[in-house]
């Protein structure tokens, strides 16, 4: 195996060619789409600027999450949500760009103000 062009992951074919940009606390932006386990950004062939926009955006994930007060939303929430989703998608596409060939690459939006607002 060659762990330079494959990422090991906890898939039982122990690699993966398809993963998933999606933000969540304390995590990194990537993971693989089979096994949903959270892979290491330092292994992912991408430019270090985009990782660093990667990581940057990750640490706005939850923004609209009012975390005191019982996880509700905060007033404009759905509004960051939304922004921090259209962000990721373009983060997404330019991860595509660069592994095109390598690895499937999709990206999974958050829901959370979504899902909060319809209740
Ligand atoms: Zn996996």
Redesign the pocket.
Known sequence: MDSKNTIR???KQRE?K?LKVEGDVGADPIW??????NLEIDEISISLGLKLELIHWMGKYGEWIDWDNDDEIVPNGLKLEDQHNKQGLKLTKQVQKQLEGQYIVVFSPSTFARRYASK
């Open positions: 992951c906890l898939c993966t398809e693989c789409n089979r096994c949903n386990c």
